[in-house]
């Protein structure tokens, strides 16, 4: 069965300093995307950033970018230079054949001031 | 480009009311998505349309939620009749192929 783990329910981070959030998940495809959403205290679902699994290159999306590691099944998002406004919890998620996401359990970061 | 469009953003029922929540997706996403998140939790999928046909409803608890997609645009879901377990958030998210987009949600609480 396709699974999506995120072992960390909370993590902490200094403002202007670099987090990691860890992901890993279980799929028999050979060719997929993940994604990490935030999901702010207003609730909204926001798109983070996307990898596509037969890219070799590490997606990098302004001060968030993924350590993606194909083999170990592994999706981190790091954040640099973290802000107030990184504060949610955020999900990784893995859509399987039709499209049909699978979501983590949730990492809350908080941005300590 | 305007989002999903969700309404209402908040509802308070009693249990054993029904209720009734609309999403408008983004124009042009074939695909559109009903999930429910329990507080504490990543969401679930609900169902799951390509234009106005079901492609997953296996979450669906079918004895009391039901959803439809009129003309493959926006779509309604709704409980009825309403347990204390529904409460939660419900969102709706469109799709043009694999990254889903969604919109700002409609808190339920049951009461």
């Known amino acids: 069965a396709q699974t999506v783990t995120q072992s960390q329910p909370e993590m902490s981070v200094q403002e202007a300093e670099t987090v990691t959030l860890s992901c890993t998940y279980d799929?028999?495809?050979?060719?997929?995307?993940l994604f990490w959403y935030k999901q702010p205290p207003s609730r909204q679902m926001i798109l983070v950033i996307r990898?596509?699994?037969?890219?070799?290159q590490n997606a990098t999306e302004n001060r968030f970018s993924v350590n993606f590691q194909k083999a170990a099944k592994s999706f981190s998002l790091k954040i640099s230079d973290s802000q107030l406004g990184d504060a949610a919890m955020y999900f990784c998620?893995?859509?399987?054949?039709?499209?049909?996401?699978?979501f983590g359990t949730g990492t809350r970061l908080k941005v300590l001031a | 480009e305007a989002g999903v469009a969700q309404s209402p953003r908040y509802k308070i029922i009693e249990k054993r009311q029904s209720v009734a929540f609309w999403c408008n997706p983004i124009?042009?996403?074939?695909?559109l998505y009903w999930y429910q998140q329990i507080l504490g939790q990543g969401p679930k999928l609900l169902i799951q349309?390509?234009?106005?046909?079901?492609?997953?409803d296996s979450q669906l608890p079918k004895d009391r939620f039901s959803a439809e997609r009129l003309k493959g645009v926006d779509s309604t879901l709704k409980i009825q009749p309403a347990k204390l377990e529904d409460s939660a958030v419900y969102l709706c998210?469109?799709?043009?192929?694999?990254?889903?987009?969604f919109g700002p949600g409609t808190r339920l609480t049951v009461t």
């Open positions: 998210a469109s799709s043009p192929g694999s990254e889903q987009y």
């Open positions: 799929t028999s495809e050979s060719d997929y995307y």
């Open positions: 990898q596509e699994a037969y890219k070799q």
């Open positions: 998620a893995y859509p399987s054949g039709t499209y049909k996401y699978i």
């Open positions: 124009s042009g996403h074939a695909t």
């Open positions: 349309f390509q234009n106005n046909g079901v492609v997953d």
